[in-house]
């Protein structure tokens, strides 16, 4: 009956019943345990019991060897006899607990001694649990799960802390609470390090607590957080705090925490550096609202500082004037001198605008705002009582006289002038819209005057602006639906009185407002960018018509000229438009003349010439327009491969009245046959023109004396018409 007692309870408490089930086991991999007993059957029972719980065991059979084993495989769990010889349990597990590895790791001791003192000397070296022998199998793997789910419980805890004081410090975030009761305050050493203080002590009082408050902040923390406190709400501040190289941006926020009868008993709170979040939004502000190169408003913000200023000028009754500021020739600088000495002139001109304006100091004024708009403009606006009458001029020629000076990008000297357009509220517009609006097109008109004027809005203004918007729209309707005529001006031989060739031009017959001349449809042609289309437009049809006349007296055909705008020549498909019409029509290169200005001429000498050169080969004539209005380069001129000048009207005009025109058409006419090359004279309208023209040897003339351009029918009459002679001397 004893051996049945004991088997029944070897059984009850054998390793065999403790079957397996603790967190090693469930988490599904091998956590590694350490036994250590000089007694091999402890050890051997121990091992089986805690194999079955999903442990991989190693064994020891004493301290030092413990010790050694423990360093080796870095065990998550260690079950230890008190007593061993050599080192007993109580000193072996005080050197685990001093081993970097050892600090956490639950150390559970086996004693037979069942006494306090041992009990408390166990908990003093750093066990983590106990059990007594002899051994209840059972029990103690119930004992093992407890330790271990405590130790994996408290290793968690102990990640989690240490996450959050890493998350802590990255968010550069510290926290305090404040016991209303006690009067005390307890503060995270990161809030320290924040305020930028040395640690101080965990808890602290009231008046330790402000003397940790920098200076500058204290008196508006400790208001709100007062206020806070009487009135039992959270808070939410910003401040500044000094540091090294600059201060430090510290949100602050907390609550009141009340207690059952709704009396405060404590704050809590956190502090944040947002230095960095603060800089980057004043960084995102400052490209929303800056212009990057210039450091100026740009347009968004300037139309609310405009729309503030209207508000408060309406209020005081006062005037308020827009000035708008279209720089010259900067597009002409980025192509020569490139993208980043074009910026560097636009950075200075900025400055000059900027030391042009009066010192607010110095004057009455109540406000000046200047920003950038786009590559070629400036605008500002004056909030000054009497900034529509007296002071909008000075201003605007102050700005004037300081972005004409010249000035130097390196070594290279620059000068830049400008155009400015000027309008008033409230009798040029009340919103900043339309002061806008207004101020850029007196500034169009301004920079068609030249450069170094400035220019009021009209009314009539408006009226040009809005119709010129209204015919760029109709322009293309009426390029599609072929409205467009070409006219054709004769041209005569001064050396036999033929008409031996003519000028096509385009005529625009509008449907309700008659003939439009091409002084007004040309130029929005050009902006609008359907001179490409028109251009062609004007060459196909002037080829087609000129295929169907008969040749003139000479037995020949008549040359027939046309016009070429810069950005025809200049467009990509250029050439490729020449070789189609021509095709098409199936017309002679030979009988063509294409007529170029000196500006178009000028604008890239290399490129040009090699245009040209090609236009030769195929057999065209070229043509200078409007000759002695361009100021050509000599050096450059004598280089081009052209056939004829075409002295300027505004020459012939005064032709026998001034004594220097008559000089200038005499030395054209002179360097033209000089260089091989034909002359013809535009604008003849009187006798005595024809007569001084013929007597200076100038080879062809065209204007109203020898006939008016007129349609196809009439350009083959002229070819049988008499021509008028010049009057006998």
Not at 34 to 46: K, N
Not at 105 to 124: C, F, H, K, M, W
Not at 307 to 322: E, P, T
Request: hydrophobic share 40%; charged share 25%; proline share 5%.
């Amino acid at each position: 009956m004893a051996y049945d007692r004991q088997d029944a309870l070897m059984g009850e408490s054998s390793p065999a019943a403790a079957d397996g089930g603790g967190p090693a086991a469930a988490e599904g991999q091998p956590t590694i345990a350490l036994v250590v007993d000089d007694e091999t059957t402890t050890r051997i029972l121990a091992r089986s019991v805690l194999e079955n719980m999903g442990y991989q065991v190693f064994e020891a059979e004493d301290g030092e060897q413990a010790l050694a084993c423990f360093q080796r495989t870095q065990p998550q769990l260690v079950v230890m006899d008190v007593l061993m010889p050599r080192m007993d349990g109580f000193a072996c597990c005080t050197a685990l607990r001093a081993l970097p590895a050892g600090a956490d790791v639950p150390v559970v001791l086996i004693t037979g001694i069942d006494d306090s003192n041992s009990i408390e000397q166990a908990y003093r070296a750093g066990a983590t649990d106990f059990v007594h022998k002899p051994i209840n199998w059972i029990l103690f793997r119930h004992r093992i799960n407890f330790v271990a789910r405590a130790s994996q419980a408290f290793l968690d805890l102990k990640r989690s802390q240490a996450r959050l004081l890493q998350a802590q410090k990255l968010a550069k975030l510290g926290y305090w609470e404040w016991n209303l009761r006690r009067n005390t305050v307890e503060m995270s050493y990161d809030l320290t390090a924040l305020l930028g203080l040395p640690p101080q002590p965990g808890t602290l009082s009231e008046t330790q607590l402000w003397d940790c408050v920098p200076e500058p902040v204290r008196e508006r923390l400790a208001r709100e957080l007062r206020e806070a406190i009487r009135e039992q709400r959270s808070y939410s501040l910003d401040f500044r705090v000094p540091a090294l190289g600059g201060e430090r941006i510290v949100h602050a926020e907390g609550e009141i925490i009340a207690n059952a009868e709704g009396l405060a008993v404590l704050m809590r709170g956190i502090m944040q550096d947002v230095t960095e979040q603060v800089r980057a939004q004043e960084e995102i502000n400052r490209l929303a609202h800056y212009d990057p190169l210039t450091g100026l408003p740009n347009r968004t913000l300037f139309i609310e500082q405009l729309r503030l200023a209207l508000s408060r000028a309406k209020r005081q009754r006062s005037a308020i004037g827009v000035l708008s500021v279209g720089l010259r020739r900067i597009e002409q600088m980025r192509e020569a001198m490139g993208t980043v000495f074009a910026d560097l002139a636009i950075h200075e001109l900025a400055q000059r605008l900027q030391d042009s304006l009066p010192n607010p100091d110095q004057t009455d004024h109540s406000h000046i705002e200047v920003a950038r708009f786009g590559t070629h403009e400036f605008v500002l606006f004056a909030d000054h009582p009497d900034s529509s009458i007296g002071e909008l001029p000075r201003l605007a020629q102050r700005i004037i006289d300081r972005l004409a000076a010249p000035f130097h990008i390196g070594t290279q000297p620059v000068q830049v002038g400008c155009s400015i357009g000027i309008a008033c509220a409230p009798d040029d517009g009340k919103d900043p819209e339309t002061l806008l609006k207004h101020a850029h097109a007196a500034m169009n008109v301004a920079r068609r005057k030249g450069e170094l004027v400035y220019e009021y809005h009209t009314r009539e203004i408006q009226r040009s602006v809005m119709e010129r918007f209204q015919l760029e729209g109709q322009l293309l309707v009426a390029l599609r639906e072929r409205q467009l005529e070409v006219h054709f001006q004769p041209q005569m031989a001064l050396a036999n009185r033929a008409i031996v060739g003519f000028e096509a031009l385009a005529r625009w017959r509008h449907p309700v407002l008659g003939m439009i001349p091409p002084d007004r449809f040309i130029p929005i042609a050009e902006d609008s960018g359907a001179i490409g289309q028109l251009g062609e437009h004007v060459l196909r049809n002037a080829l087609e018509q000129h295929r169907q006349w008969p040749v003139t007296k000479l037995g020949q055909p008549a040359l027939l000229s046309v016009n070429l705008s810069a950005r025809q020549l200049w467009g990509k498909d250029f050439m490729t438009v020449i070789h189609r019409v021509l095709d098409q029509t199936g017309f002679d290169p030979a009988t063509l003349v294409l007529e170029l200005t000196e500006s178009v001429l000028m604008k890239d000498s290399d490129d040009m010439i090699r245009i040209l050169k090609r236009l030769k080969d195929m057999g065209i004539k070229l043509s200078i327009d409007d000759f002695g209005t361009g100021f050509s380069s000599m050096s450059y001129f004598k280089h081009l491969p052209i056939d004829e000048l075409k002295i300027d009207r505004g020459f012939i005009r005064d032709l026998p009245r001034r004594g220097q025109d008559l000089a200038i058409v005499r030395s054209v006419i002179a360097l033209a046959h000089n260089l091989g090359l034909k002359i013809v004279a535009e604008g003849v309208e009187t006798a005595e023109q024809l007569r001084i023209l013929e007597q200076e040897g100038c080879d062809w003339v065209q204007g109203f004396l020898i006939g008016r351009p007129a349609d196809s029918p009439a350009a083959i009459r002229f070819l049988g018409q008499a021509i008028p002679s010049a009057p006998t001397p």
